[in-house]
T-cell receptor, first 111, second 115 residues
Framework: GQQVMQIPQYQHVQEGEDFTTYCNSSTTLSNIQWYKQRPGGHPVFLIQLVKSGEVKKQKRLTFQFGEAKKNSSLHITATQTTDVGTYFCAGPVDSNYQLIWGAGTKLIIKP | NAGVTQTPKFRILKIGQSMTLQCAQDMNHNYMYWYRQDPGMGLKLIYYSVGAGITDKGEVPNGYNVSRSTTEDFPLRLELAAPSQTSVYFC??????????????FGNGTRLTVT
């Protein structure tokens, strides 16, 4: 079946270092969405990418959608403590009303 | 606007008990979803609804039931609770299917422990 793989599972960084998470789908996606979940919280929508090769920026966050629309990445420049949480990608399953979710990448700031 | 409201926030059940997790949204969204999230894992879809009176199974429906009598409410019923149902349950809603041009809005979640 259709799968969305997300790596790495965890990333430990010093505050001020960069962070990247990657998302790979087994099939072409019509769009990909990114959500952030703070510890103990619920997922909150960050952005949606629709076009092949699309790049969008939100302050220190850069989102990319691959040319083949099968992969995506989220890059955070100069991480801050407010960036702590788990970042999920999600894409629609063909022919129905479901999203399939990556397992998430947990961003941990080293003390 | 309250958005998506879930109750209760926490619950402990004994094996074999039943309960209903409540979910209500005030955004007039047609699409509603129930997910479960096990520790350190992503979201698994339990059931979803495309409108009042219409529900369908997601990836992990066994042991659960839903109903959608109104646009606003989408309760999730657990019958004969089992330890494997220990999880955090999230209800979500969206204006369009799969969130295209309309992201999913999540409730704060229900943390359920079955012992």
């Amino acid at each position: 079946g259709q799968q969305v793989m997300q790596i790495p599972q965890y990333q430990h960084v010093q505050e001020g270092e960069d962070f990247t998470t990657y998302c790979n789908s087994s099939t072409t996606l019509s769009n990909i969405q990114w959500y952030k979940q703070r510890p103990g919280g619920h997922p909150v929508f960050l952005i949606q990418l629709v076009k092949s090769g699309e790049v969008k920026k939100q302050k220190r966050l850069t989102f990319q959608f691959g040319e083949a629309k099968k992969n995506s990445s989220l890059h955070i420049t100069a991480t801050q403590t407010t960036d702590v949480g788990t970042y999920f990608c999600a894409g629609p399953v063909d022919s129905n009303y479901q999203l399939i979710w990556g397992a998430g990448t947990k961003l941990i700031i080293k003390p | 606007n309250a958005g998506v409201t879930q109750t209760p926030k926490f619950r402990i059940l004994k094996i074999g008990q039943s309960m209903t997790l409540q979910c209500a949204q005030d955004m007039n969204h047609n699409y509603m979803y129930w997910y479960r999230q096990d520790p350190g894992m992503g979201l698994k879809l339990i059931y979803y609804s495309v409108g009042a009176g219409i529900t369908d199974k997601g990836e992990v429906p066994n042991g659960y039931n839903v109903s959608r009598s109104t646009t606003e409410d989408f309760p999730l019923r657990l019958e004969l609770a089992a330890p494997s149902q220990t999880s955090v349950y999230f209800c979500a809603s969206s204006y369009s299917p799969t969130g295209l041009n309309s992201p999913l809005h999540f409730g704060n979640g229900t943390r359920l422990t079955v012992t």
